[in-house]
């Protein structure tokens, strides 16, 4: 009862507002505006693992959702763990993509440029493109995954990890990591049919996006297992920061040559699961109630 509340409440809110998104444009009629409600809809985890908690565990309301039982200092090791995790992968799959794609690498400042350009066609750079490039990498992307970890951990994390993960933990780490994924994806459904992420694929997008969250949920599993939602939010944020790095360096993002979100991610991911097993099982920790 208390999951299917939490997934009642968790679905109905995000579908609602995705389905509002989609009649008053989508991503296309709402450029301006995309981002926030696409933030508004990522509320629901959150408002179906508060509501439940405040139901089932309001004598505990720290601990069912994720913030507390892990020490300061741990919370702080796997926080930045979780953005290394993330990096690695992200790095990875570039790689990888880059060397599988047909159209392999791209210059990723004249890529950068001809992104700045679309946007402001009559605009002058303000300095040098590969130093404004340097610059963006160097400054824009900490700001943006740490303003991505604060975000997605209000909200997306305190549901899937903060409050149902360990309600799933009596299947075992490796099922719960099957289940898990597989409601995030399906969850992403209405955005992913609209062209985020997976244009023009359709529901062939939805069955990618489910690949890539059940291939995802080991590693933010892991961070929250260890670290806590906090620890969660700052894999899924800096996941989010970056993934979007391949369309400077991939001269081709089309699906499956996307970076993360395809063949590459894929592929790295799968590698890195093995060490997951291997390092839980050197260092095994019993998930909290």
Same mark, same amino acid.
């Given at each position: 009862?208390?999951?299917?509340?939490?997934?009642?409440?968790?679905?109905?809110?995000?579908?609602?507002?995705?389905?509002?998104?989609?009649?008053?444009?989508?991503?296309?009629?709402?450029?301006?505006?995309?981002?926030?409600?696409?933030?508004?809809?990522?509320?629901?985890?959150?408002?179906?693992?508060?509501?439940?908690?405040?139901?089932?565990?309001?004598?505990?309301?720290?601990?069912?959702?994720?913030?507390?039982?892990?020490?300061?200092?741990?919370?702080?090791?796997?926080?930045?763990?979780?953005?290394?995790?993330?990096?690695?992968?992200?790095?990875?799959?570039?790689?990888?993509?880059?060397?599988?794609?047909?159209?392999?690498?791209?210059?990723?400042?004249?890529?950068?440029?001809?992104?700045?350009?679309?946007?402001?066609?009559?605009?002058?750079?303000?300095?040098?493109?590969?130093? +404004?490039?340097?610059?963006?990498?160097?400054?824009?992307?900490?700001i943006g995954i740490a303003?991505?970890?604060?975000?997605?951990?209000?909200?997306?994390?305190?549901?899937?990890?903060?409050?149902?993960?360990?309600?799933?933990?009596?299947?075992?780490?490796?099922?719960?990591?099957?289940?898990?994924?597989?409601?995030?994806?399906?969850?992403?459904?209405?955005?992913?049919?609209?062209?985020?992420?997976?244009?023009?694929?359709?529901?062939?997008?939805?069955?990618?996006?489910?690949?890539?969250?059940?291939?995802?949920?080991?590693?933010?599993?892991?961070?929250?297992?260890?670290?806590?939602?906090?620890?969660?939010?700052?894999?899924?944020?800096?996941?989010?920061?970056?993934?979007?790095?391949?369309?400077l360096f991939l001269a081709?993002?089309?699906?499956?040559?996307?970076?993360?979100?395809?063949?590459?991610?894929?592929?790295?991911?799968?590698?890195?699961?093995?060490?997951?097993? +291997?390092?839980?099982?050197?260092?095994?920790?019993?998930?909290?109630?």
């Amino acid at each position: 009862m208390k999951i299917a509340l939490f997934l009642l409440i968790s679905f109905a809110w995000s579908w609602t507002v995705f389905g509002l998104f989609h009649q008053s444009g989508g991503l296309e009629g709402q450029s301006a505006l995309a981002m926030p409600i696409m933030f508004v809809a990522m509320l629901g985890p959150a408002l179906g693992a508060i509501l439940c908690t405040l139901v089932f565990d309001r004598a505990r309301w720290g601990t069912a959702l994720g913030f507390s039982g892990f020490g300061r200092s741990r919370v702080l090791i796997w926080i930045v763990l979780a953005w290394v995790m993330a990096i690695v992968l992200v790095a990875g799959s570039i790689a990888l993509t880059g060397g599988l794609a047909p159209g392999g690498f791209q210059d990723p400042v004249a890529s950068f440029v001809a992104q700045l350009q679309a946007l402001a066609p009559d605009e002058p750079l303000p300095m040098d493109p590969a130093l +404004l490039l340097a610059l963006q990498l160097g400054l824009g992307l900490p700001i943006g995954i740490a303003a991505n970890t604060v975000l997605l951990t209000i909200s997306e994390e305190l549901g899937w990890r903060g409050w149902l993960q360990p309600r799933l933990m009596g299947l075992g780490f490796w099922p719960m990591c099957l289940v898990t994924g597989v409601i995030w994806g399906l969850w992403h459904a209405p955005i992913i049919l609209m062209g985020y992420n997976f244009p023009g694929l359709g529901v062939g997008g939805v069955g990618a996006m489910i690949v890539f969250t059940v291939m995802t949920t080991p590693y933010v599993a892991l961070a929250a297992e260890r670290g806590g939602v906090w620890a969660a939010g700052a894999f899924h944020g800096a996941i989010n920061a970056l993934a979007g790095l391949s369309v400077l360096f991939l001269a081709s993002t089309d699906w499956p040559w996307n970076g993360l979100l395809g063949i590459g991610g894929f592929g790295v991911m799968a590698v890195g699961l093995p060490l997951i097993w +291997l390092y839980r099982r050197a260092k095994p920790l019993s998930m909290r109630a």
